[in-house]
């Protein structure tokens, strides 16, 4: 939880704020970072409040009561709803052009751009455990594959972002196909282990 905590504000204070502000590539690799710290908070919140349910269940009904509504969906659901779609509707949403452009210009919007990131990836955590090994690994080579193919795609589109321009949007974009490349081959082994193809 701590290292989570430390993550996203490392990421939200000092100068990696302002560098984010002025820098595409940074700031898209911000919004990477804050979704990824989050999950590792969501992650430790989970299993600290799975080991202490009761203490929660005396101090706390309500949250409790709310936890253990979000244990069954996402057993049920094996975490694909909270833990693939939730994520993949909000990072849509923040990354179609205009969205984009407004949080970048509109300090208020930017706060609520971040803070999604930061509550959909400590719902993701604390999803992860009712996912399975396969799809755990499944949708990490699948968010790799996505990175690399938003960049690769906008390598064709010069100027996707508006409110940057044309240069940092190629950088981005040449990032981001890196990023995803690289992502991929790192999980690749594990993936086909994982599907017992090799």
Request: without cysteine.
């Amino acid at each position: 939880m701590v290292l989570g905590l430390i993550v996203d504000f490392a990421l939200l204070l000092g100068p990696m704020d302002a560098l984010a502000d002025s820098n595409l590539t940074i700031h898209m690799f911000q919004h990477i970072g804050l979704f990824v710290g989050a999950i590792v908070f969501g992650y430790g919140l989970d299993r600290y409040l799975a080991s202490n349910l009761n203490v929660l269940k005396e101090k706390f009904h309500l949250g409790w009561a709310f936890l253990i509504k979000m244990i069954k969906f996402n057993v049920r659901t094996k975490g694909l709803i909270l833990g693939a779609v939730l994520p993949a509707i909000v990072f849509s949403y923040w990354h179609y052009p205009p969205t984009f452009d407004l949080a970048a210009i509109n300090p208020t919007v930017h706060i609520l751009e971040h803070l999604s990131y930061i509550i959909v990836g400590s719902i993701v955590g604390m999803s992860i455990m009712a996912m399975t090994s396969k799809i755990r690994i499944g949708l990490l080579y699948f968010a790799f594959m996505q990175a690399g193919m938003m960049g690769s795609m906008m390598l064709i589109w010069p100027s996707f972002y508006p409110a940057y321009s044309a240069a940092q949007n190629l950088n981005m974009d040449t990032s981001m196909l890196l990023f995803g490349a690289l992502g991929l081959i790192a999980t690749s082994s594990t993936l086909l282990k994982y599907l017992d193809i090799i």
